[in-house]
């Protein structure tokens, strides 16, 4: 492995906020980012190819954790267990069953680790609220209470200036699309949303919808492949 | 794997304090309790198997979870990594290299997502805050955030009444010995502390001087064979 000394740390799981983050903290802070992604069985792996695109793009070191033995114990979400993926908004009462228990403090809770390990002060983290609020993990509420924890979790071993940094928290998906692509020039054709993980994306799960949504809103091209197009 | 169904989870690690409390929730809770621990490549594996003999005798379901996919980006500490571990008194600057980053925020998380999962709403933890100040996460502090941090992170998914069980926060560690061996009789002498997991107890580093002292000042019998003696 790299030696990592100094470096920041990413979660990116391959959907197009945690790499529109990702491209927004390499503007911030350059290379000093060592990119973590997360393997807890997901039905849509697909998503870490697309890391391996974009760290391979910007050269940066890269890691998969394997929490898959944890996931017998997350039975009850759809995103690993046996129950179909719903479809529809995100809206939709159905939705709640895409619900990872705890999943962002668990992944934040390990980034932190590797960060405090390194000696860096800053985690990113690609959580929107969005329009959908199913997603306590993905609030304001979270993201600052989350920063006041690790501190007293790891005082006196923590970066005096740690920092999460979630830029997307209160900004609307569509946002995220039209930076990503004005700004960034990033191929959203190489990022993950749907949680059924076929060979294109569905276009009909909470996620795909939304992504169709954000592209339309933000008035720019929508590269993506829907199965039912 | 069992059924885990309105199971609440205790973390126990194979030491006097977490496997004191997993006898003192069992009293609370009765049969009501998954047991987890954690394999973060630790040096000091055998405290795994005294997680065994008790999980056995009060028939608990038992789960070890593998970490070891995190072990490379804890490098730092002396318990995962190249360092010897260092002797002496929990006191001693030295002491500093067995902090292993984060570890118990990380092991709450992952134990939470179970819990969030199962429907329970007790999440037992041995932490104990003693007479040394040196492991930030083994504070009143960090447990009361803690329960916070996870209420607002699973809001709407966890149970209500939520609570993180850390009865030894404030207690000194001869109590711990003084309560399992006189009102639980749990035989200490299946249970590991030593941070170099030899066949026994070295009975020099800091955690084998803070056992040695629990059961003098406890004025209980020590069962502990150390190597010195």
């Known amino acids: 492995m790299t030696d990592l000394t100094g470096k920041n740390v990413a979660i990116v799981s391959g959907g197009m906020d945690s790499v529109t983050m ?18 807890y069985g997901q039905k849509h792996k697909k998503e870490l190819d697309y890391v391996a695109f974009h760290t391979d793009k910007l050269e940066l070191p890269w890691n998969v954790i394997d929490l898959t033995s944890v996931t017998n114990l997350l039975t009850r979400s759809a995103l690993v267990g046996k129950s179909e993926v719903p479809e529809g908004h995100y809206a939709a ?3 709640k069953q895409t619900v990872v228990p705890n999943r962002n403090m668990m992944m934040a809770s390990i980034a932190a680790a590797a960060l405090i390990n390194n ?9 929107h609220a969005g329009d959908h609020a199913i997603y306590p993990d993905c609030r304001v509420a979270f993201a600052e ?3 006041v924890t690790l501190k007293i979790a790891n005082e006196g071993f923590i970066h005096p200036q740690f920092t999460v940094f979630a830029p997307w928290l209160t900004v ?20 993950w949303s749907c949680y059924k993980g076929g060979e294109l994306h569905c276009g009909k799960c909470g996620t795909c919808v939304e992504r169709k949504e954000a ?15």
């Open 93 to 95: 009462e159905n939705m």
């Open 119 to 127: 000696g860096g002060y800053i985690l990113g983290l690609g959580i």
């Open 215 to 229: 592209f339309v809103l933000a008035d720019v091209e929508d590269p993506t492949k829907y199965e039912e197009n």
């Open 172 to 191: 609307p998906k569509q946002e995220i699309a039209r930076v990503g692509t004005e700004r960034y020039g990033i191929d959203y054709s190489k990022t």
């Open 145 to 147: 209470i989350l920063e």
């Open 22 to 39: 990702l491209y927004h903290m390499y503007d911030i802070v350059g290379d000093a980012i060592h990119v973590l992604s997360f393997n």
